[in-house]
């Protein structure tokens, strides 16, 4: 009944906190842009019949990060999903591999990634970069 079905996953959990800072405010508070937890799951399909052929579902899970050295701001959890399939044939007796992936396939805001100003929690300006939306991609690979 699962032959075919494979699932890959992980989870961190940390305790991010800074620690011997400049400014008493910030001591022992969240590091910024580091979640407490990250979550990722991936499950790939193929049905008996094709095995070239395999469908696969990815769900990626990121938890809610500080966005200031006092943690008086944060950036909120998120979830994105990518769907993707792809087929293995030969061409001209080469291996090849067609694939095609849509990822954040709910076209999900989000902050990707969040930068302190600094390393010794001093409490500047950090920088934060907004994360991709929507994107389908198409690849050919040849195994020479």
Known sequence: ?????NIYSGVTFL???L???ANASTSNKQVVGVPKVQANLLAEYSLPSIPEWVYSANVHY???RA???????????YTTWDLGTRYTTKV????????VVVNNVFDKHY??????????GDNGSPSAFIGGGRE???SVTFDF
């Open 1 to 5: 009944m699962w032959q075919g079905l």
């Open 15 to 17: 305790d991010p906190k």
């Open 19 to 21: 620690k011997d800072t």
């Open 62 to 64: 990121t938890g809610k």
């Open 67 to 77: 966005a200031n050295d006092t943690n008086t701001s944060y950036a909120s959890s």
């Open 92 to 99: 001209s007796n080469v291996p090849t591999t067609f694939r």
């Open 111 to 120: 902050w990707a990634s969040i930068f302190p100003s600094g390393t010794d």
């Open 136 to 138: 389908v991609r198409a």
